[in-house]
């Protein structure tokens, strides 16, 4: 088991910067990649961003140039650095957590914080 636990959202006017923090406990020997997704109202959850326990990075296209993913590993946590935003950025914003699991993978996701961006 694996449980997240989110902070930092807020509102910010746009083009402001806000930093979230998520983090694990459990078994989190276990967490190979760990990802930020958020989800607007009416809209699907969609990936923000993602890293590997090595630190490879992946970011949506929305995203990249404006948002940084971390993770520190020692501190079993992982942060996203969102700058320039945009009020289309408001969104409940997800901690995601990934177990492999023999030939497959267990989602693990925290309870999410608000980002709002007023424009």
């Known amino acids: 088991q694996v449980h997240l636990v989110e902070s930092g959202g807020g509102l910010v006017q746009a083009g402001g910067s806000l930093r979230l923090s998520c983090a694990a406990s459990g078994s989190i020997f276990s967490i190979n990649i760990m990802a930020w997704y958020r989800q607007a109202p009416g809209k699907q959850r969609e990936l923000v961003a993602s890293?590997?326990?090595?630190?490879?990075?992946n970011y949506a296209g929305s995203v990249k140039g404006r948002f940084t993913i971390s993770r520190d590993n020692a501190k079993d946590s992982v942060y996203l650095q969102m700058n320039s935003l945009k009020p289309e950025d408001t969104a409940a914003y997800y901690c995601?957590?990934?177990?492999?699991?023999?030939?497959?993978?267990?989602?693990?996701w925290g309870q999410g914080t608000q980002v709002t961006v007023s424009s």
């Open positions: 995601n957590a990934e177990v492999p699991v023999r030939t497959t993978s267990i989602n693990y």
């Open positions: 890293i590997t326990r090595s630190g490879r990075t």
